[in-house]
């Protein structure tokens, strides 16, 4: 019998791309939900870098200065929708007021230059990734997806969501669903 996610509340929650799942752009993709609904859903991919970006130079290309101290932090492909747009996924201690969208009890989700001007000078969030671009999906379409057994779906835990080694981000999801990636069929089945 197939889940009915309909009802359920994936906000806050990731995908895990399933071996055969048809699009090169989501192969092995980890996906962070940001927002689920009836009208659709937004995620940003955060295991996958944007081969040919890097935080300082999108700081130039914004005419920020940023401080000699700060840390960089990695750009990814967040998504193929908008990929000329940022979207920065961050700790819940940071809220840029009517700004940041809150997603459960420990991530938000900003969109604006204010966070990156924020991280340039140090006073952003602890943990936080720059994503161009985001995964968007129709009313109705990522729940066809997953029955049609194109993504699983598990907790997010910030130290996989923020970890520095993306390669090991979607086996590290599958892990923590007691999931061997070996083990895994492209062919999805229903009893």
């Excluded at 996924?89 to 230059?113: A, I």
Aim: proline fraction near 6%; charged fraction near 20%; include cysteine.
């Amino acid at each position: 019998m197939v889940a009915d996610t309909d009802s359920v509340d994936l906000n806050g929650k990731l995908l895990i791309a399933m071996p055969g799942m048809g699009d090169p752009r989501f192969d092995h993709s980890v996906i962070f939900l940001c927002s689920h609904s009836t009208e659709g859903a937004m995620g940003l991919i955060i295991n996958k870098p944007a081969p040919d970006l890097k935080f300082k130079d999108l700081l130039a290309q914004l005419n920020i200065e940023p401080d000699p101290e700060v840390r960089p932090i990695k750009v990814h492909f967040g998504g193929p929708v908008e990929y000329g747009r940022g979207f920065v996924l961050h700790s819940s201690d940071y809220n840029e007021n009517n700004s940041t969208l809150t997603v459960g009890s420990e991530y938000g989700m900003t969109g604006t230059l204010d966070i990156l001007e924020d991280i340039s000078q140090g006073a952003g969030p602890t943990r936080s990734l720059l994503a161009m671009g985001y995964a968007g999906w129709g009313p109705g379409q990522l729940e066809d997806e997953i029955a049609a057994n194109g993504w699983l779906i598990c907790d997010a835990i910030q130290d996989l969501v923020f970890g520095e080694d993306n390669n090991a981000k979607w086996q590290g999801a599958l892990e923590s669903m007691g999931i061997n990636p070996l083990v895994l069929s492209a062919d999805g089945g229903r009893a």
